[in-house]
C-alpha cells in the first residue's frame, strides 16, 4: 500500500512540474513572466485587464521576470483619484499599458466632475461634446501598429461601475465595457469583461 500511494504522489508531481502554465512564486503569474487575465477583485492589487474579441490586454505592476527586465517596466500602470478644492471637481485618472506591448499599447480611463465617486455607483462612459457632458467618464484606447503611425479609438457608449472606493486606504476597484470608434475610418471596436483594481495616489 505503502508503495502504491508513493508512485502516486511521484506521478502528481511530475505531473504538476510539466504544465506549460505553471506559475511561479505568485500564483497570478505564469512561467513565461507574463500575468493571467486576472478575476476581479477589490484589494488594490494595481490591476486592470479587458477583452476586445478573443484578444486580452493586461496591465500590471507586479514584479516578473518580464518586467523587471524592461526600462519603467514596474511603472505600467498609474492611476489619481483627488478633490481638486480650488476647482471644485473631483479628477479620476487611469493610464494603463498592456505588458505584452509596453509603451506601444495603451488605455486611458478619465472621470472629471462636480461629484465624488461614489462606491457602488455606476458612470456613462461617452464622449464630451459640451458642458451638460460634464460627469461622463471618458475613455481612450491607442495602439502604435508602427513607428509613424498611431490608432486612436474613442469610447463613445458604455458603462463603468465603481465596486469599491476606500479613501483611506486609498483603493478603487470596478468593471467597465464599452464601444469606441477611430474616427479617421470610423472602425469601431467593443471592450468588455473590464476590471480594475488600483491603489491610486491622492496628488499629481
Known sequence: MKRIICVFLVLAVV??????????????????????????????MDVLAFKMDAYEFVSHNLPTSVSESIPD??????????????ARSYEFRVSSH???????????????GPNPLQEGGKYKIGELKSKEDIGLVTVVFQNYRAAVERVYYSAIEGEMEVLKLD??????SGTFHFSAVMKTTNDTIKIKD???????????
Open 15 to 44: 505531473s504538476c512540474t510539466s504544465d506549460d502554465n505553471k506559475t511561479i512564486g505568485d500564483e497570478r503569474i505564469g512561467r513565461d513572466g507574463w500575468m493571467f487575465f486576472p478575476a476581479i477583485t477589490t484589494v488594490g
Open 73 to 86: 517596466g514596474k511603472f505600467l500602470l498609474t492611476s489619481l483619484y483627488k478633490h481638486n478644492v480650488l
Open 98 to 112: 498592456n505588458q505584452k506591448m509596453q509603451r506601444a499599447e495603451r488605455l486611458q480611463i478619465d472621470y472629471l
Open 167 to 172: 479613501t483611506v486606504a486609498k483603493v478603487i
Open 194 to 204: 473590464g476590471r480594475f483594481d488600483l491603489s491610486y495616489s491622492d496628488h499629481y
